[in-house]
């Protein structure tokens, strides 16, 4: 399953219900752990609340403390609570203005969206200070985990994208030895996927969400995602002004790395 709107029954956990107090709230987002996102009123404030099963890999708690890091520098959602059961753990955070930039308004306008989308990283990029950063997002961590999943049995080259497809394991993770040279190092975001890109309407970038992985690391790290969303997002013919409003020129090399050391992590 890949992550998305909600399709069929879902069981709803209890500390949504809990949390929204007579509220309202709503299932918005289902991802391929078993993660699920709702949208909901909580103390008359719209908000998100992540909630996350036991066993399932995903790490809140340290997604709540990479949100307090960057917060002071960045447009990040706020957050409100945090806390686990036997069943889970969850996250809830304040809402931001704006609408994602896959959302059915910014798909319609692909041109404006990937211009938030560049102008957007490039804000996280140049203001978050790599130098105080205590998260890492390099590319020895990731090669690391790689290579555990490897041991594990865990990598399933059907999921990776078509060009990668052809690739042997053993090449493929051979090829991730030979990385290409850090171009600037910054605090990146870890999932720049269109997304996780909030735009207001009047088309400017208002903020990010989903910071689970955020780290220090190549900026391409980032920039191979977000180019390539757009692909997913909005079709083929988009990568370039994305680049442009970012204010770099396209690097093949770096982006081809980063995409598949995408698909194996």
Same mark, same amino acid.
């Given at each position: 399953m890949l992550a998305g709107p909600p399709r069929g029954e879902v069981t709803t956990p209890a500390i949504v219900a809990n949390l929204a107090r007579g509220q309202s709230f709503? &299932?918005?987002?289902?991802? !391929? &752990?078993?993660?699920?996102t709702f949208e909901m009123r909580y103390e008359d404030a719209?908000?998100?609340l992540k909630w996350a099963p036991v066993g399932s890999g995903l790490d809140l708690a340290g997604e709540a403390a990479r949100l307090r890091w960057v917060?002071?520098?960045t447009t990040a959602p706020r957050v409100l609570d945090i806390g686990e059961d036997n069943g889970g753990s969850w996250l809830l955070t304040q809402a931001i203005r704006g609408n994602s930039a896959a959302s059915e308004r910014w798909t319609s306008d692909p041109e404006r969206a990937v211009i938030a989308i560049g102008q957007g990283?490039?804000? %996280?990029? =140049?203001?978050?200070?790599?130098? !105080?950063?205590?998260?890492?997002?390099? +590319?020895?961590? $990731?090669?690391?985990?790689? $290579?555990? $999943?490897?041991?594990?049995g865990q990598l399933d080259p059907t999921r990776w994208?078509?060009?990668?497809?052809? %690739?042997? +394991?053993?090449?493929?993770?051979? $090829? &991730?030895?030979?990385?290409?040279? +850090? =171009?600037? %190092?910054?605090?990146?975001?870890?999932?720049a996927c269109a997304p996780n890109t909030l735009v207001g309407e009047d088309g400017l970038w208002a903020g990010h969400v989903d910071f689970g992985s955020l780290g220090t690391a190549d900026r391409w790290a980032d920039l191979s995602i977000a180019t390539w969303s757009t692909e997913w997002n909005y079709g083929q013919g988009w990568e370039r002004p994305l680049l442009e409003a970012y204010g770099i020129e396209p690097d093949e090399e770096r982006t081809e790395f980063y995409r598949l050391l995408w698909d194996l992590s």
């Open positions: 709503r &299932l918005v987002w289902v991802n !391929e &752990l078993g993660g699920l719209d908000c998100f917060a002071p520098f990283l490039r804000h %996280l990029h =140049d203001r978050a200070p790599v130098t !105080e950063c205590p998260f890492t997002w390099s +590319i020895e961590d $990731r090669v690391g985990t790689t $290579r555990q $999943r490897y041991a594990d994208d078509e060009r990668n497809q052809g %690739l042997e +394991i053993t090449n493929a993770l051979a $090829r &991730l030895d030979r990385p290409p040279s +850090i =171009d600037r %190092l910054v605090v990146c975001h870890g999932d």
